[in-house]
């Protein structure tokens, strides 16, 4: 089974400030890095969104590991075969800060 993908407007924000900053402090290379490692958790998610660890089971939540210092967490709905993306997380930050 195919799902489709979306992006809540909240971890739109935050990808695009993880983008910022590596292209901002870091290189282009490390952008382009990201992106490959975002399309490629994208595609693993349309196909196979419950192999990851379960967040919040009663409310299908899932986390992944993005990158070594970000998580990304996404709902499943299955009955419409969606994944939203909630959120993608900077560990460093106080755990308490995370609002999905």
Known sequence: MV????????AQSEI??????FSNDWSLKEVSVFQNKLDKLLSQ?????????SYQKQ???FK???TKHNLL????????????????FNVLQNPNK???
């Open 3 to 10: 799902y489709k993908v979306i992006i809540s407007k909240k």
């Open 64 to 66: 992944v590991p993005l």
């Open 59 to 61: 409310y299908n939540i």
């Open 16 to 21: 695009l400030n993880i983008m910022n900053y």
């Open 73 to 88: 967490f996404y709902k499943i709905y299955k009955s419409e075969n969606i994944v939203e993306i909630l959120t993608v």
């Open 45 to 53: 998610l349309e196909n196979m969104p419950e192999v990851f660890i």
């Open 98 to 100: 995370l609002s999905l």
